[in-house]
Nanobody, 114 residues
Framework: QVQLVESGGGLVQPGGSLRLFCAVS???????MGWYRQAPGKERELVAL???????NYADSVKGRFTISRDNAKNTMYLQMNSLRPEDTAIYYC?????????WGQGTQVTVSS
């Protein structure tokens, strides 16, 4: 069984930065890995996606502020979040697309507030 464990969330002031981590429990082939978020009363939305060919997709609201990256040797994915805004407040989930299955982490809370 593959498990995804997020960390790095917390409380930050507007304009600040956070780095999220997603650790994959074992090495498996993944077509892509990404970050999603869900704010209270809203649907879960894609934040950033990194494909195996290195290409990336970002939500328009985070382009230029967030950067997704992977370290395959460490089975870890990252989300560097800069210039954070109150509207970035949400639970952030790690997502991995395997060959036959999609995996989710348990989520980490990010709160942007003064």
């Amino acid at each position: 069984q593959v498990q995804l464990v997020e960390s790095g969330g917390g409380l930050v002031q507007p304009g600040g930065s956070l780095r999220l981590f997603c650790a994959v429990s074992r090495s498996i082939f993944l077509n892509a890995m990404g970050w999603y978020r869900q704010a209270p009363g809203k649907e879960r939305e894609l934040v950033a996606l990194k494909h195996n060919d290195g290409s990336t997709n970002y939500a328009d609201s985070v382009k230029g502020r967030f950067t997704i990256s992977r370290d395959n040797a460490k089975n870890t994915m990252y989300l560097q979040m800069n210039s954070l805004r109150p509207e970035d407040t949400a639970i952030y989930y790690c997502n991995a697309l395997g060959t036959l299955k999609t995996y989710w982490g348990q989520g980490t809370q990010v709160t942007v507030s003064s």
